[in-house]
């Protein structure tokens, strides 16, 4: 392969020439792409300034799930999914639980953690003895970055020295907590690491009884696990209200196999990462709706599932004395100010319809789009299967690729409730409709 230098340098025309060259029919290609651009030059230059190499943008469907109540207050949740079903069944269970008192939702912990990884030659006793010292130090040394944090209420909370040499020899870690308000504080928090990086070594070159040589510092960054900044959402209702759960079987049974579900996934790996799939099928899109960062979010999760030293699921379920509770923990560590919440228009508009959330209420929401989601799927998956309302989607994109009109796509539906649906079935199905 011929390597390109300077490709980032080109023209987006340019960079869209080169990059269909291979397909067979470049220009037609070429002006696909453009056709994506956003109409509008400002929004175009927008999106196109948010990453590199920009030759065209994605839609994915905008959604909306409505019927969510959360803490007693009713929410339409803002969604963006590519998977046809998900919007469908948080809607359902939002539904079905808006009739059962909603989510209840709390979080416990807000504080984001990074670490500065370090090497350590000098004596470790000695580093310990003077981290009183250092944490008074690297307080004042990063001032500048975190004056207009704690303007906001928030800043460092606390600096941890971990001794890691366990791991590799003379391997130490800073470990901090930050308090970063409504913002996701990934900027704030790394400039600020950079700074201790700086700072320790200032330190050590300030006191006579250390050898600024003995330090070595390796990375300053984030952590993506959040096990401080965790949110809990549950639903609960007596045994006899889920009589309405399914039509498939009474409350009992019902209760019987779904609590049979989640036991599973609390122990078994296979099924404990598709369980939590699912859960992240509702966070996820809440996530890309509201433009933060899914990746950090999902990285975290499944660090936090993986906590006791087995995978398990995210979401817990119980029945005592007649009472049934489904629950979900996980970190969620969110923004509402900051990135791009309030540059993507569409993220805008999501925090609007959302009510202008603070980052606490938008790691609720997001946990209970996870906690309904995986709510429908599990009852589908223990009652009808999930295939059943799959194909009712499946068929529902048929039917618009095929063109049929409003009255035809009734007559399908109708058919396809006793039949098999497939794409020939369901053509052939049409074609025989219009021949009358
Ligand atoms: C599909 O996107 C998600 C499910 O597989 C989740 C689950 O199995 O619990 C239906």
Aim: net charge negative; charged share 25%.
């Amino acid at each position: 392969m011929k390597i390109l230098k300077g490709f980032s340098k080109l023209s987006a025309q340019e960079k869209r020439r080169l990059a269909v060259s291979s397909c067979p029919d470049p220009e037609a290609a070429a002006r696909e792409l453009v056709s994506f651009l956003h109409p509008d030059q400002d929004v175009r230059e927008l999106l196109e300034g948010i990453s590199e190499n920009t030759i065209s943008t994605y839609p994915l469907p905008y959604n909306v799930a409505p019927n969510f109540i959360i803490n007693g207050h009713p929410y339409m949740v803002p969604m963006v999914t590519e998977e046809s079903s998900v919007v469908a069944a948080a809607s359902s269970a939002a539904r079905f639980w808006a009739g059962r008192g909603g989510f209840r939702a709390e979080v416990k912990d807000d504080a984001k953690a990074g670490q500065l990884h370090f090497l350590f030659t000098g004596d470790p006793a000695q580093l310990k003895d003077e981290m009183a010292g250092i944490d008074t130090w690297l307080r004042h040394y990063t001032k500048p970055v975190t004056q207009n944090m704690e303007k906001r209420g928030g800043g460092i909370r606390q600096i941890t020295l971990k001794d890691r040499t366990h791991i590799l020899d003379h391997y130490f870690q800073l470990h901090v907590d930050f308090d970063t308000r409504d913002a996701m504080g990934a900027n704030f928090i790394n400039s600020c690491l950079e700074e201790f990086s700086e700072g320790l070594k200032a330190f050590l070159r300030e006191k006579d009884d250390f050898d600024e040589r003995d330090y070595e510092p390796l990375m300053a960054i984030l952590s993506n696990y959040n096990d401080r900044c965790v949110v809990r959402v549950s639903v609960s209702c007596a045994l006899e209200d889920l009589e309405e759960a399914t039509p498939q079987m009474n409350a009992g049974e019902f209760v019987r196999r779904f609590l049979m579900a989640v036991r599973i996934a609390e122990k078994d790996v296979y099924r404990a990462t598709t369980h939590n799939k699912g859960i992240m099928n509702g966070v996820d899109a809440v996530i890309l709706a509201t433009g933060n960062d899914f990746r950090a979010i999902e990285a975290g999760a499944h660090a936090w599932a993986a906590r006791s030293g087995q995978y398990r699921s995210l979401s817990h379920a119980a029945l005592d004395d007649h009472v049934f509770t489904f629950s979900l923990d996980m970190p969620m560590a969110l923004g509402t100010i900051g990135g791009l919440t309030r540059l993507h228009p569409l993220a805008a508009r999501s925090m609007e319809i959302l009510g202008n959330p603070g980052a606490r209420e938008l790691m609720m929401i997001a946990g209970a789009a996870g906690l309904a989601n995986n709510f429908a799927a599990v009852r589908s998956l223990t009652t009808t299967g999930i295939q059943a309302g799959h194909m009712r989607m499946h068929l529902s994109n048929i039917i618009m690729q095929l063109k049929a009109t409003p009255a035809e796509a009734e007559q399908i539906k109708a058919h396809f409730r006793a039949h098999k649906v497939s794409y020939q079935a369901v053509s052939s199905y049409l074609d025989q409709l219009r021949a009358g």
